[in-house]
């Protein structure tokens, strides 16, 4: 993938802009051929890895657009997708949902202090909580609001 910027130079990039928006694309390379390899698979999902996990943890980062999810129709015909042009996953597609669907999504269980208290830590988004109190069992949604770094959110409910 050629044009990628150093994870460095784009964590600066968001420091300095910090809440403004703060725009990067992949270029596809002057001279390179413009098609899926094996080799460049593989790339493209290290990459994927390092920026997509540079940028979930930055605090001016609220949302990520990827361009040209497949290499079907994509920009400037460049094996950019997460799919190929027949739509199968690349590798890169498989580490991403590695990531999404498994390291950061928040799956804990546990039981409560005496005094009715559960702490956990979690990503800032919507949650399906199950409580189990006296045999019977309650379930509910709750979201927990996006929060700036250092700081910590406390949500006290009743169950019926």
Do not use: N
Request: aromatic content about 14%; hydrophobic content about 40%.
């Amino acid at each position: 993938m050629g044009g990628v910027r150093a994870v460095r130079s784009l964590w600066r990039a968001l420091a300095f802009y910090g809440d403004d928006h703060c725009v990067w694309r992949p270029r596809a390379a002057a001279g390179r051929p413009l098609v899926t390899t094996p080799e460049g698979e593989a790339r493209q999902a290290h990459e994927v890895v390092r920026f997509y996990t540079m940028l979930f943890s930055h605090p001016a980062v609220e949302a990520i657009t990827w361009w040209d999810f497949s290499d079907r129709g994509a920009w400037q015909r460049a094996p950019a997708g997460f799919l190929r042009a027949d739509m199968s996953p690349k590798p890169a597609y498989h580490e991403l949902m590695k990531l999404i669907k498994g390291k950061w999504w928040t799956r804990v269980e546990g039981t409560t202090d005496p005094q009715g208290h559960f702490s956990f830590r979690g990503f800032s988004g919507d949650y399906r909580v199950q409580v189990l109190v006296e045999g019977r069992t309650t379930e509910f949604e709750l979201h927990l609001p996006l929060r700036r770094l250092g700081t910590r959110s406390e949500i006290t409910f009743d169950l019926p």
